[in-house]
């Protein structure tokens, strides 16, 4: 029988041939922590008096960076105590970092058939460059510092295959909430999506990321898209060792086979409380207080430019702040060097440098009670940006600049034409 992405990489780490429902050890070539989830998997990892397999482990701090209070302060601390001590060499300082899955990526830890565990929910995102990622807990985390194995329950694959030109302004974040408004925030529980098709290889890499970041909205233990030549032309000069890419055998068995038409495709929103709520922008008639770009779905300078380019000789609405957070540093030295920074800025926009303050309700933009945004971040769910009652619409870079704009959330033709 053939086999799947999922079931190919595992069966490589695993050493040994393994199916869909095994339980197995395989071993981990990275294990990432930020400053939320670091500092309990340091204590685990002191309880076992264990030398940490230090070229496997990669600490950022990107949460609550840079720090809103001492007892955020204190985990940062914390961290970069636990780097020093070990020696860690991939231990990233704010100012030479940012957004954990996007410097991830940046500096070369990802690549096709590599198997990466997090301790953040959000380490699907590796799936775009052909990678097995999914996210842990601390506790786990802790144990791969000093084994550099952990076990896994091999996931069904459920295949996703999306076809056809995209329509203009139809991006990745889109096609994600698509498959999402489609299966629901539990349709791919426990499963490894595998997302393919012409209108995926069409988009650029960056695209690919937010579909396999929000993989984890769908319940999925992995979102993989089939690696090809972006893949190799991106990871050329910065990935770290050698790789292979692995692809599905035509005969490998799927749960579940589903196929959407790409050109019927149109820019969407995720309405509150959940990221299964989709609605098509042009539907949905919602005031906003806030617009947010930026975070691990959608901080990258490909979304940058999108919003620059809406933005460009034009005005955010008067009731509307619009907050803008490059994904890490490389990125935001980009905007600078290509003028998107004074083109938001002349626009009215307040810009920040990494973080992930605002997307989980922590600083940098957390929401008053009664208050909206529209967000090109992954989840909705009440209170996550700030106050309970107020409410986070999740759309993509040219949703979330054209919302800025209008004051409400809109579709990007109704502001450029």
Not at 283 to 306: F, H, K, M
């Amino acid at each position: 029988m053939g086999k799947t992405i999922a079931e190919k990489i595992l069966s490589a780490k695993a050493r040994k041939p393994v199916e869909a429902g095994e339980i197995v050890e395989a071993e981990v070539d990275y294990v990432m922590a930020n400053d939320i989830t670091g500092p309990a998997a340091f204590d685990e990892f002191e309880e076992l008096c264990a030398p940490i397999l230090r070229n496997k482990v990669v600490l950022i701090p990107d949460h609550y960076v840079p720090n809103k209070d001492v007892a955020s302060a204190k985990q940062a601390k914390k961290m970069r105590d636990f780097a020093r001590k070990h020696r860690l060499k991939n231990y990233y300082e704010v100012g030479s970092g940012g957004v954990c899955h996007q410097l991830m990526i940046e500096q070369g830890f990802v690549a096709p058939g590599r198997l990466i565990v997090g301790a953040d929910s959000h380490t699907c995102s590796y799936g775009a460059l052909g990678a097995f990622a999914t996210g842990i807990g601390s506790t786990e985390a802790a144990t791969v510092f000093a084994r550099g194995v952990l076990w896994f329950k091999v996931p069904e694959s459920m295949k996703y295959r999306v076809a056809g030109k995209l329509p203009k302004y139809v991006s990745g974040k889109d096609v994600i909430l698509t498959i999402i408004g489609d299966i629901g925030v539990e349709g791919a529980r426990y499963a490894s999506m595998e997302v393919e098709g012409s209108s995926i290889s069409s988009l650029p890499l960056s695209d690919r990321i937010t579909i396999s970041n929000m993989g984890i909205e769908a319940g999925a233990k992995a979102c993989i898209i089939p690696p090809d030549a972006k893949v190799d032309k991106y990871l050329k000069g910065r990935v770290r060792g050698r790789y292979k890419s692995v692809f599905a055998d035509s005969e490998a068995s799927y749960s579940d086979v589903r196929e959407y038409d790409g050109t019927e495709m149109v820019p969407v929103v995720a309405k509150p409380f959940l990221p299964s709520n989709v609605v098509p922008a042009s539907e949905i008639d919602v005031e906003i207080d806030q617009a947010y770009l930026g975070s691990c779905t959608n901080g990258r300078i490909e979304d940058l430019r999108i919003a620059a380019k809406i933005l460009k000789g034009r005005k955010i609405h008067r009731n509307v702040r619009m907050i803008v957070v490059p994904a890490t540093k490389e990125v935001f030295d980009m905007a600078v060097k290509e003028g998107l920074m004074k083109v938001f800025s002349d626009a009215g926009a307040f810009i920040s440098g990494p973080t992930c303050g605002a997307c989980l309700g922590g600083h940098m933009g957390v929401l008053a009670p009664g208050e909206r945004a529209v967000s090109s971040t992954n989840r909705n769910f009440v209170g996550r940006m700030g106050a309970k009652d107020s409410e986070v619409y999740l759309a993509s870079p040219a949703v979330v600049t054209a919302s800025a704009i209008k004051g409400r959330i809109a579709d990007p033709s109704e502001v450029v034409r």
